[in-house]
């Protein structure tokens, strides 16, 4: 497990260090912008994040942060995913097995999203009290907005990559990218309807990819020997 932990974490300052510097630093200036407004901390907050896209209620900048922190969200699952499996197959499953590996890959693949997250929210909070000193906010109200968002992004992504995994199996290539955009097209763009039984359901999802894993297994330790 912890040959996984500093892999990842060792690709992503090495390969992805630019997207992560941006995942950073977009809300760091989207915080300035927003400090000249009136609008409260919670909704100023919301805003930055583009936590709540709703059709006629939103900014262009509530629209490119969401765009890049869920596309940044997506690329990232199916990176560090097919990562391995393309290109670091003998130094993974020659130890383990796939299931092994699924279930470490996808414990340390929501802890990190959980520090990303976490860390983004506390630049954002950093930014806003140097930005206009002191402010007034509930903690629980932050930490309801943290942890809804976390569980809609990591939901999104495991969506998306059993759609990416699903449509892998067809010929055609396009297929998969428009299976892709298709979903993100009817996936609600607000985390403030996010309902407690999608708990459930990325719970459900992670079991269905690691099944269909399951089923492909053969062809990926094909590629081994």
């Given amino acids: 497990m912890m040959y996984l932990w500093l892999s990842d ?23 300035f912008l927003i400090s000249f407004s009136s609008a409260g901390f919670v909704d100023s907050f919301i805003s930055v994040l583009g936590l709540n896209i709703i059709t006629n209620q939103y900014s262009p900048m509530e629209i490119i942060s969401y ?3 869920v596309f940044f969200a997506l690329f990232l699952v199916i990176d560090l995913y097919l990562k391995d499996i393309l290109y670091q197959l003998d130094n993974i499953f020659m130890r383990m ?13 929501i802890a990190v999203m959980f ?3 976490l860390f983004q929210y506390l630049l954002v909070v ?8 002191p402010i007034t906010f509930s903690v629980l109200e932050l930490l309801q907005l943290f942890i809804t968002d976390t569980l809609y992004t990591v939901l999104l992504q495991f969506l998306i990559l059993f759609v990416a995994i699903l449509s892998s199996f067809s010929k055609v290539r396009w297929l998969s990218i428009l299976s892709i955009l298709i979903t993100f097209f009817f996936f609600p763009k607000s985390i403030l309807i996010f309902e407690r039984y999608w708990v459930v359901s990325i719970f459900f999802i992670v079991v269905l990819i690691f099944l269909i894993l399951k089923i492909i297994s053969k062809k990926i330790f094909e590629r081994i020997y």
């Fill in 9 to 31: 974490i060792y690709y992503l300052l090495r390969k992805r260090y630019l997207y992560l510097l941006i995942f950073f630093l977009l809300p760091i200036l989207s915080t």
């Fill in 67 to 69: 765009l890049y922190f």
């Fill in 97 to 109: 097995s796939l299931s092994k590996w699924y279930m470490h890959k996808t414990f340390l693949f």
């Fill in 115 to 117: 520090f990303l997250k």
């Fill in 126 to 133: 950093l930014t806003f009290l140097i930005l206009k000193g």
